[in-house]
C-alpha cells in the first residue's frame, strides 16, 4: 500500500483498518468473519507502521475506520481513548444488525420497510457528527451502493446531515471507493454534497483504496473532481 501511495504520487497515507467494538453477538460474529479486529491488533499494526516509517519517502498516519452505531458510543469513546489513534474515521455500515451494503438483509422488506431502513441510516449519520468522536465521516451515503435501498434519500435526510457537519468538529469525506466500479459515483452523491458545501463544510479525500493499485486509479479521479468542484480537501491532521 505505502508503494501504491508512492506511485500515486502521495506525500501522506493514513491506514484506517476497519474496526467494531460492539458487544452484540451479531457483531461479534461479523467481525471475526470479517477480520475487523483492530482494537485487539492495533498494537501490532502500529508497531509494523512504524518499522516502514523511514523505508518511503510518505508521512504515514495510524488510523482507524470505526464502525458507528449509537448504542456502542461509550465503548467507541473508551476504545478511541485508550487507542490514541491519529485520526478516526467512522462509518455507519448497519442498521440495526443489518448490514446496508448487503442485499440480503432486504429482499423480503417492503418498500415502506425499506425507506424506515434508510431513515434510521441517516439518523445515526447526524448521532455521528453529534458525538464529536470522530475526525471523519467516510461514505456518508453508503446506501446508495446497495440497489434495494438506493433512491430513498430525500433533500431532508441531506440536509438534516450537512446541518449536524456543520456544527460538529468532524468532516466529510469525499470517497471514491465506488466511482471507478458498478456503482459509478462518488460518495456523498452530488446533491448530497451541494447541500453539505453550502452550509461550508470543508470535505476531506478518502480513496477508500483496499489494494495498492486501487490508490493509484483513484488518486487521479479525486484530484480532477477537487479541482471541477474547485474545492481544496481539508488536512485533518
Given at each position: 500500500?505505502?508503494?501504491?501511495?508512492?506511485?500515486?504520487?502521495?506525500?501522506?497515507?493514513?491506514?484506517?483498518?476497519?474496526?467494531?467494538?460492539?458487544?452484540?453477538?451479531?457483531?461479534?460474529?461479523?467481525?471475526?468473519?470479517?477480520?475487523?479486529?483492530?482494537?485487539?491488533?492495533?498494537?501490532?499494526?502500529?508497531?509494523?507502521?512504524?518499522?516502514?516509517?523511514?523505508?518511503?519517502?510518505?508521512?504515514?498516519?495510524?488510523?482507524?475506520?470505526?464502525?458507528?452505531?449509537?448504542?456502542?458510543?461509550?465503548?467507541?469513546?473508551?476504545?478511541?481513548?485508550?487507542?490514541?489513534?491519529?485520526?478516526?474515521?467512522?462509518?455507519?455500515?448497519?442498521v440495526g444488525d443489518r448490514n446496508v451494503q448487503s442485499k440480503g438483509p432486504f429482499r423480503d422488506l417492503s418498500e415502506a420497510e425499506r425507506r424506515?431502513?434508510?431513515?434510521?441510516?441517516?439518523?445515526?449519520?447526524?448521532?455521528?457528527?453529534?458525538?464529536?468522536?470522530?475526525?471523519?465521516?467516510?461514505?456518508?451515503?453508503?446506501?446508495?451502493?446497495?440497489?434495494?435501498?438506493?433512491?430513498?434519500?430525500?433533500?431532508?435526510?441531506?440536509?438534516?446531515v450537512a446541518i449536524a457537519l456543520a456544527g460538529s468538529r468532524t468532516v466529510p469525506e469525499l470517497n471514491a471507493g465506488r466511482v471507478l466500479d458498478d456503482y459509478g459515483e462518488f460518495h456523498p452523491a452530488p446533491a448530497f454534497l451541494e447541500a453539505i458545501l453550502d452550509h461550508d463544510v470543508s470535505v476531506t479525500v478518502g480513496s477508500d483504496s483496499h489494494r495498492p493499485e486501487e490508490v493509484e486509479k483513484r488518486v487521479p479521479v479525486l484530484k480532477e473532481r477537487f479541482a471541477e468542484l474547485d474545492v481544496e480537501p481539508v488536512r485533518i491532521v
Open positions: 500500500m505505502l508503494r501504491g501511495a508512492e506511485a500515486a504520487g502521495l506525500d501522506a497515507v493514513g491506514f484506517a483498518d476497519h474496526c467494531n467494538v460492539a458487544d452484540r453477538e451479531s457483531m461479534r460474529l461479523e467481525k471475526c468473519q470479517l477480520g475487523f479486529t483492530l482494537d485487539e491488533t492495533y498494537e501490532r499494526r502500529r508497531a509494523a507502521i512504524e518499522s516502514f516509517r523511514d523505508s518511503f519517502d510518505l508521512t504515514v498516519y495510524d488510523a482507524v475506520e470505526m464502525d458507528y452505531d449509537p448504542r456502542d458510543e461509550a465503548r467507541i469513546e473508551a476504545f478511541l481513548d485508550e487507542a490514541d489513534f491519529d485520526y478516526a474515521v467512522a462509518s455507519v455500515h448497519h424506515v431502513v434508510v431513515d434510521d441510516y441517516f439518523d445515526a449519520l447526524v448521532a455521528l457528527a453529534e458525538s464529536e468522536l470522530f475526525e471523519v465521516m467516510a461514505h456518508p451515503d453508503l446506501v446508495e451502493r446497495n440497489p434495494l435501498l438506493r433512491g430513498f434519500a430525500t433533500d431532508d435526510h441531506y440536509e438534516r
